[in-house]
């Protein structure tokens, strides 16, 4: 069981607008940055979001992060077939010392 | 090109050990802190290791305290991860990856599997 509980999955039409919740705790999201990388199928990860709500360099603003309290979420307004993948929510855990993943959410675009 | 390259991967069996290296490329190695991270197959993504810049601060996931070490060599700029006593369960893509303190893991190596098997 993941430290960080995302749903496993969220679809949308394409222009939708899709979000993805992450759950935590007062040891990691609570107290602590949440990023958010997209992996596209058969590649490495890429960051999308860090510091909870910054966008990196190249990242389209279509994408957007938000955090409150011990949960955070990612969403995508405007979704794109090219935007398919699945999406991890991270954070450092000061229990346990270490970095946290979800477990992942796979975006479909139908 | 900003860029990390890993190599090292391969099939081992069980009980036996493995050294993953990853040369990076494009920016200043040692000023950053560097990061194993492993997805086993259909899985998804595990931190495994942290090792501080100059290499005097190691970070480790219970699962492979005592058998995993993570090293750096500033001057090579590379970093690496001996791998011991594998099990079935460390069967895994592992990817190396540039840790900029608050801003996360913002270069990822494109990943080298590791297959422990009889």
């Known amino acids: 069981q993941s430290v960080l509980t995302q749903p496993p999955s969220a679809s949308g039409t394409p222009g939708q607008r899709v979000t993805i919740s992450c759950s935590g705790s007062s040891s990691n999201i609570g107290n602590n940055f949440v990023y958010w990388y997209q992996q596209l199928p058969g590649t490495a990860p890429k960051l999308l979001i860090h510091n909870n709500n910054q966008r990196p360099s190249g990242v389209p603003d279509r994408f957007s992060g938000s955090k409150s309290g011990t949960s955070a979420s990612l969403a995508i307004s405007g979704l794109r077939s090219e935007d398919e993948a699945d999406f991890y929510c991270?954070?450092?855990?000061?229990?346990?010392?270490?970095?946290?993943f979800g477990r992942g959410t796979k975006v479909t675009a139908l | 090109e900003v860029q990390l390259v890993e190599s090292g991967g391969g099939l081992v069996q069980p009980g036996g050990s493995l050294r993953l290296s990853c040369t990076a490329s494009g920016f200043n190695f040692s000023s950053y802190w560097m990061t194993w991270v492993r997805q086993a197959p259909g899985k998804g993504l595990e931190w495994v290791a942290d090792?501080?810049?100059?290499?005097?601060?190691?970070l480790y996931v219970d699962p492979v305290k005592g058998r995993f070490t993570i090293s750096r060599d500033n001057a090579q700029k590379s970093l690496y991860l001996q791998m011991n006593s594998l099990r079935a369960e460390d069967t895994a893509v592992y990817y190396c990856a540039r840790d900029s303190n608050v801003i996360g893991l913002d270069i990822w190596g494109q990943g080298t599997m590791v297959t422990v098997s009889s």
């Open positions: 991270a954070a450092w855990d000061d229990s346990l010392r270490a970095l946290v």
């Open positions: 090792i501080k810049e100059d290499g005097s601060e190691e």
